[in-house]
């Protein structure tokens, strides 16, 4: 019992209480949505969601997390599983509106791209912090974005134009901070132009399309303008204090769609208010601050591409996902994290923190 106090209260404490103030943010609107649907199973599923993530994140801080940075071939195993389930999801993943996102696992789902965006985040640190000092070589970006290639193309095809942001964007925040040079950052953005223009061209559905050309040129506000039309309507409708949990009336009448995932800060604004959305934005903040102060006070380049590209993957959903509702961002189904429904998304998040809490614990 000593060992387990002296470990925990070498915890970030601050950071693990800021994040279950979001948790109960994200409760409250789920609630809220329940309430309207009469249904309050999500609300359940959620909340064992979120104490079985927070045991695991307690667990997780106990296990050194050298182990993961020493074992080349442990790293190797848990990305060829991920690569495995995501191509699984085309075979025994049930087609939900077009889409294989989830294995159905009793009355519980399991989204793989959250496992993967942890190993992936794992290995691209320890790939770089192998080979910080070359970073000069246009090889080494080249071979890590073959590891990022195959995760990718199996996200593109299931089809999830979101989750294929996410891990762009996390690669390449991880080259920026191993160091990459500004000749190389050009010619990654003349290759993405060109693939956007393939993609955009060849590869994307007519309704991922309808979303972007919606989002440029709202012409349909009964079609593909219709989801974020609703949310700017329940944003504005809280105005300063909100009007209450369980009363937005988006909400309660059913205008919000996906009120519980998607379009979750919708209903947060709506009943909240303002007030309500910064002190979200507060305290997401402080999260953020306290996993990118690991990387000023720990030497270890894995620890600090680690919690950096943590910190990335929280940044670039948040934003994207507050972009998709106030309408400055096309919808491509990005969650809120630690606030929206999803247990894949929760737990797979307490994982990372705790493996961010086994780099503050071993300071």
């Known amino acids: 019992?000593?060992?387990?106090?002296?470990?925990?209260?070498?915890?970030?404490?601050?950071?693990?209480?800021?994040?279950?103030?979001?948790?109960?943010?994200?409760?409250?609107?789920?609630?809220?949505?329940?309430?309207?649907?009469?249904?309050?199973?999500?609300?359940?599923?959620?909340?064992?969601?979120?104490?079985?993530?927070?045991?695991?994140?307690?667990?997780?801080?106990?296990?050194?997390?050298?182990?993961?940075?020493?074992?080349?071939?442990?790293?190797?195993?848990?990305?060829?599983?991920c690569l495995l389930l995501l191509a699984g999801l085309h075979f025994f993943a049930p087609d939900i509106?077009?889409?294989?996102?989830?294995?159905?696992?009793?009355?519980?789902?399991?989204?793989?791209?959250?496992?993967?965006?942890?190993?992936?985040l794992i290995l691209l640190a320890k790939y770089f912090s192998m080979r910080h000092v070359e970073m000069y070589k246009f090889k080494h970006i080249i071979f890590s974005g073959i590891y990022i290639l195959f995760p990718t193309l199996l996200i593109f095809i299931k089809p999830d134009l979101g989750g294929v942001m996410v891990l762009v964007l996390m690669w390449m925040g991880v080259l920026i901070i191993s160091g990459i040079k500004l000749r190389h950052s050009i010619v990654l953005f003349l290759i993405f132009a060109l693939l956007a223009s393939f993609s955009w061209l060849f590869l994307l559905k007519d309704y991922q399309k309808d979303r972007v050309i919606s989002f440029v040129s709202p012409y349909d506000p009964l079609g593909?303008?219709?989801?974020?039309?609703?949310?700017?309507?329940?944003?504005?409708?809280?105005?300063?204090?909100?009007?209450?949990?369980?009363?937005?009336?988006?909400?309660?009448?059913?205008?919000?769609?996906?009120?519980?995932?998607?379009?979750?800060?919708?209903?947060?604004?709506?009943?909240?208010?303002?007030?309500?959305?910064?002190?979200?934005f507060l305290l997401y903040l402080n999260v953020v601050w306290r996993i990118l102060k690991i990387t000023t006070d720990y030497q270890s380049n894995f620890t600090r591409i680690f919690s950096a590209g943590f910190a990335i993957i929280l940044i670039c959903q948040f934003i994207i996902n507050i972009g998709?509702?106030?309408?400055?961002?096309?919808?491509?189904?990005?969650?809120?994290?630690?606030?929206?429904?999803?247990?894949s998304g929760l737990m797979a998040n307490f994982i990372s923190l705790g493996i961010v809490q086994s780099i503050k614990s071993r300071k």
């Not at 070498?10 to 309430?35: E, H, M, P, Q, R």
């Not at 889409?99 to 009793?106: A, F, P, S």
């Not at 491509?332 to 606030?339: K, M, R, S, T």
Request: aromatic share 14%; net charge neutral.
């Open 1 to 81: 019992m000593g060992i387990l106090s002296s470990h925990f209260k070498k915890l970030d404490w601050n950071l693990i209480i800021s994040v279950v103030l979001i948790v109960f943010f994200g409760l409250g609107a789920i609630y809220s949505t329940c309430i309207a649907k009469e249904d309050f199973s999500n609300l359940t599923k959620q909340i064992v969601f979120f104490v079985i993530g927070f045991v695991l994140m307690l667990l997780i801080s106990l296990f050194d997390y050298r182990i993961l940075k020493n074992n080349s071939y442990l790293i190797l195993i848990l990305y060829f599983v």
């Open 97 to 120: 509106r077009g889409t294989r996102g989830w294995y159905k696992i009793g009355g519980f789902s399991l989204d793989p791209i959250e496992p993967t965006k942890i190993i992936l």
């Open 224 to 280: 593909g303008s219709w989801s974020q039309n609703q949310t700017k309507i329940a944003i504005g409708s809280g105005m300063i204090f909100g009007q209450g949990l369980g009363n937005g009336s988006q909400v309660q009448y059913g205008f919000l769609p996906e009120p519980h995932t998607d379009f979750i800060f919708s209903v947060i604004a709506e009943e909240w208010g303002i007030v309500g959305v910064i002190v979200l």
């Open 324 to 343: 998709m509702n106030i309408g400055i961002l096309p919808v491509v189904g990005i969650y809120l994290p630690f606030v929206s429904y999803g247990g």
